[in-house]
T-cell receptor, first 111, second 114 residues
Framework: SQQGEEDPQALSIQEGENATMNCSYKTSINNLQWYRQNSGRGLVHLILIRSNEREKHSGRLRVTLDTSKKSSSLLITASRAADTASYFCATDDTNDYKLSFGAGTTVTVRA | NAGVMQNPRHLVRRRGQEARLRCSPMKGHSHVYWYRQLPEEGLKFMVYLQKENIIDESGMPKERFSAEFPKEGPSILRIQQVVRGDSAAYFC????????????FGSGTRLTVV
């Protein structure tokens, strides 16, 4: 069953602006991961945040995790045209080992 | 380190034919997972295998689909008598241990059934 739900479904921003997307999930998790997928391509692992972490940074990416609300956010700062892609959150449940993906947020960065 | 290798990248099959998708995990990874992505959707788990064992096939359709991960060679996802609804991107991921966070995905095989 689908675990993560991303919001919004689609986002269009100007180059240089920040992009924020959210993910909600339903069960207890070991970790939550964010992936990027360019059109017609495979998935690229962006960042992983464990259940005992609240915030993590990697370059222009900032991820937060609120386990009490079962939600996470991904912030991309100073966006570039190359950031145009679909972004997926995936959860690694405590009772399972499979990754459960949401339907994704499609981000378009306008030059 | 070549990463997870999937082939072919694109596969076209007529209805009723068989599709065989291959996945070679990363070196040192003994756990393989197959996921399917329908257009405009996220990835859905299909099956989890270790060498010579199917650990969890709860996401596999009951008929026409099978998977194996032999002692030697790549993991194979086999779809018999393909139908139009099987058209999707099929991704393979590998990890060094079960439940570990070191999942690495391949570039996928895009199956088109005509």
């Amino acid at each position: 069953s689908q675990q993560g739900e991303e919001d919004p479904q689609a986002l269009s921003i100007q180059e240089g602006e920040n992009a924020t997307m959210n993910c909600s999930y339903k069960t207890s998790i070991n970790n939550l991961q964010w992936y990027r997928q360019n059109s017609g391509r495979g998935l690229v692992h962006l960042i992983l945040i464990r259940s005992n972490e609240r915030e993590k940074h990697s370059g222009r990416l900032r991820v937060t995790l609120d386990t009490s609300k079962k939600s996470s956010s991904l912030l991309i700062t100073a966006s570039r045209a190359a950031d145009t892609a679909s972004y997926f959150c995936a959860t690694d449940d405590t009772n399972d080992y499979k990754l459960s993906f949401g339907a994704g947020t499609t981000v378009t960065v306008r030059a | 380190n070549a990463g997870v290798m999937q082939n072919p990248r694109h596969l076209v099959r007529r209805r009723g034919q068989e599709a065989r998708l291959r996945c070679s995990p990363m070196k040192g990874h003994s756990h393989v997972y197959w996921y399917r992505q329908l257009p405009e959707e996220g990835l859905k788990f299909m099956v989890y295998l270790q060498k010579e064992n199917i650990i969890d096939e709860s996401g596999m359709p009951k008929e026409r689909f099978s998977a194996e991960f032999p002692k030697e060679g790549p993991s194979i996802l086999r779809i018999q008598q393909v139908v139009r609804g099987d058209s999707a991107a099929y991704f393979c991921a590998s990890s060094p241990q079960q439940g570990q966070d070191g999942y690495t995905f391949g570039s996928g095989t895009r199956l088109t059934v005509v």
